[in-house]
């Protein structure tokens, strides 16, 4: 008899402790299921991959716009196209933009067409937060010549810089793991541009330097952080001989299209999972922090390669000099003079 009951106790724990694992593990691959599935609906509304074209377009008909009533914005229509396709850019019909356009030209806001696009609100958050500093006003000068006072003249239009300087080849790469990684450094997440070694390499937008650094690896990194904290341009793989332009270091406030160094042959982003180039080439990348569509705070990377080429309309002229290289024409907006 005591036999018996030992072996009911020992089947009655065995089976316990199998429902148990059982149970745990459904619940566990359940919720891995369902962090998996807001995941990859939270990365398909967050990629970038805007084609060439409509940016294009939208930027023309901005400055167009710009001759009249100005209410026709970049940012309006990007937004309004991607709520109405829900982030898939494949479905984009140029007689669409035309209509946005048209509808805005004739008063209505964006918010009121917005209305009709179920995820409008989270697609303005999301594009506001990329692109908001692109396409406005700013001030341009005469160039810059010793000996002479500066002027300036107002301008609207492109006003974000290709990273890469006026007058050097550019091969971009389009090696972006295609996978948003909420700020856990696993791949590649940039965008390789193969250029020689020693190529001046400026600031896309005005902001603050928050990353000035020499790893063990010689590897020079730059990062500029935006005013309002929301976009951070990454510059990775610096001359390991002559990584950073004069007078550059952390804390430093720079302009758009200021110099902040040069680009190396160093090979050290290897660790972090890139495919390496057989040249020389500069590793950039966006950083964006926006909240997701649980309100939760995120820092994500954003494939940068068609932001890349629609900034090759915006390149930096630099003068060389004895110190290496300086602006031949200073920049200037109003987030830069109002946090200067």
Known sequence: MVNKNKIFI????????????FAFSFFAKYEASVKKENFEQYKTLAN???PLKVMDKALRADIESAKDKGNVKFISIIVLLASKYDGDWNKYKEQDMDEIISRLKNDESEQCVGQLYRNYSYFKLFYYS????????????????????IKFQKKYGLKAYSPIAYGYV?????????ELNFAKQKGHFGNDIAVKKGTPFVAVESGVISKCTQD??????????SFDGKRTYCYYNCNKEKPFAKGIKKGKVVRGGQILGYVGANDCCKKGGAKILRC????????????????????????VYNILKFLEHNKAALNKTKDGFCEKYIFKDKVYEDNA
């Open 130 to 149: 990329l692109l908001c500093e692109f396409v406005g006003s700013y001030k341009i000068s005469d160039e810059v010549k010793l000996g002479k006072n």
């Open 280 to 303: 020389p080439y500069l590793h950039f990348a966006i950083k964006l922090k926006i909240k997701d569509k649980d309100g939760v705070q995120r820092e994500v990377f954003v494939d």
């Open 48 to 50: 970038f991959n805007i």
């Open 10 to 21: 020992f089947f009655l724990t065995a089976l316990s402790v199998t429902t148990v694992f």
């Open 170 to 178: 550019t091969n971009f790469c389009d090696d972006f793991d295609n």
């Open 216 to 225: 063990k690896d010689m590897c020079g990194k730059i990062e500029v952080k």
